[in-house]
């Protein structure tokens, strides 16, 4: 690891690679633009310098899920377009309007929200319909569907909005032939034809996730919104791991061993003693648990590299630590634990954790807690993208996530 001094854990996120991945993944969209998705901090990487990065390497869009995260990329100064799409009554409609953040609807509530704080403000709204065309989630349901498109075309006639795009989500993109893949886009033309019928002309139609963006370019249309796979994950094992499309995994997870000592036979470690040294061994201690979002699920199973080799997690994950034995190898208090990254020192991956614990990769990386630091390599980009194993240009160092002090190198504050 590069980081400037020792942690007790820390996050690597790799700008380059991040790049690299934006790149990749616009040159397989077709020509359609490119929305790097940065909710929930960026999947847990750090928005603000993250959706800086994807800008760079080609991104025109941002998405967030929360007007609330839409909001604070505009606060750190980031540009061009965003769009925010999970909306509750009584939201910062007229600062979402003011910020000049696409905002989405799904039905008429949201619609007569986004008019009143557009009058109140203004100015016109920029709205994006969505629909529902077989996830069961938000967006607006088929049989709705000529309500809203009268009452969000009577909007734009009057001035008070813009519809700016149509847009719907995929349910099972990532099983490769779901039925429910071309039943959902035949839903999705059939409602774009209604609303062009009806005098939408939206600038953007899009449909299309990380996996359909990967295996479904008939999905691409005019835009598409790429999430985990800018973050080098692969949306699922069934398509495939990330190197299969060129991806590299961003975030490498570390921490500095806080002890080593020497356990005698049948000695019981951690919790419950669900694991009780089988002979004299010696155990390393980890200091990170599940409140820095180690799952406790995978007690027993989680994957770690310590001093050249896999260990596993002896025992319950705590809440602060967890212990690995390490068979008699004594590395000294401080050595690296490599809990998962890009794989080049035989390191495990999240998509190995997420098996030990039950889950996606997706949970994996987006629950790295607040307490981890952000360390971002390559904040400027100065060197070819593909340049991704080269010492780090600029380091930042962000106390956890959403509310970090540490500067993002481009002269705002890092977050």
């Known amino acids: ?26 040159a397989r969209a077709g020509g359609a633009q490119l929305m790097a998705v940065v909710k929930s901090d960026a999947y847990g990487h750090g928005a603000v310098p993250c959706a800086r990065a ?15 995260e839409a909001l604070a990329l505009r606060a750190a100064g980031l540009g061009g377009r965003i769009m925010c799409w999970l909306w509750t009554p009584g939201g910062p409609w007229r600062e979402a309007i003011e ?37 069961g989630r938000n967006g607006c349901l088929p049989a709705d569907w000529p309500e809203l498109i009268a009452g969000a075309r009577s909007a734009e006639d009057a001035g008070d909005v813009r519809i700016t795009g149509l847009w719907s989500h995929f349910a099972c993109a990532d099983e490769p032939g779901h039925p429910s893949i071309a039943a959902q886009l035949n839903v999705f033309h059939d409602m774009l034809a209604y609303a062009e019928k009806a005098g939408v002309r939206p600038e953007v139609r899009h449909i299309a996730n990380s996996p359909a963006t990967l295996t479904v370019p008939e999905s691409h249309f005019d835009l598409v919104r790429t999430g985990i796979a800018v973050y080098g994950l692969s949306p699922s094992p069934e398509l495939g791991v ?61 994957p770690v590299l310590v001093d050249g080799r896999i260990r596993t997690v002896a025992g319950r994950v705590a809440m602060d630590q967890f212990v690995v034995d ?42 790295i807690g607040a307490r981890v630091p952000r360390v971002h390599l390559h904040a400027t980009d100065a ?33």
Do not use: C
């Not at 910020?99 to 203004?122: F, K, N, Q, Y």
């Not at 000294?332 to 614990?357: I, N, Q």
């Open 1 to 26: 690891m590069n980081d400037k001094a020792p942690l007790r854990a820390r996050a690597e996120i790799d700008l380059a690679a991040l790049r690299a991945n934006v790149r990749t993944l616009l």
């Open 54 to 68: 994807a800008l760079e390497a080609g991104a025109t869009w941002l998405g967030t899920a929360t007007p609330q």
């Open 99 to 135: 910020a000049d953040i696409d905002v989405s609807v799904s039905g008429t509530w949201a619609l007569r929200e986004a008019v009143d704080a557009a009058r109140a403000a203004g100015r016109t709204a920029r709205i994006q319909l969505k629909a529902d065309t077989g996830l």
């Open 242 to 302: 990330p190197a299969d499309y060129g991806l590299r995994p961003v975030m490498t997870l570390a921490a500095s061993l806080a002890l080593v000592k020497q356990a005698p036979a049948g000695h019981g470690v951690s919790y419950g003693h669900h694991y009780t040294t089988p002979t004299g061994t010696t155990l390393g201690l980890v200091p990170v648990g599940y409140a820095d979002g180690i799952p406790r699920h995978a007690s027993g199973r989680g």
């Open 326 to 367: 390490l068979e008699g190898d004594r590395p000294g208090p401080g050595s690296e634990a490599v809990l998962f990254g890009p794989g080049d020192r035989g390191e495990p991956g999240a998509e190995d954790w997420a098996v030990a614990a039950g889950t996606i990769a997706y949970e994996i990386v987006t629950r």
């Open 383 to 415: 060197t070819d993208a593909t340049d991704v194993t080269a010492g780090p240009r600029y380091d930042t160092v962000v106390a956890g996530t959403g509310t970090g002090t540490g500067h993002d190198g481009n002269g705002s504050t890092a977050g």
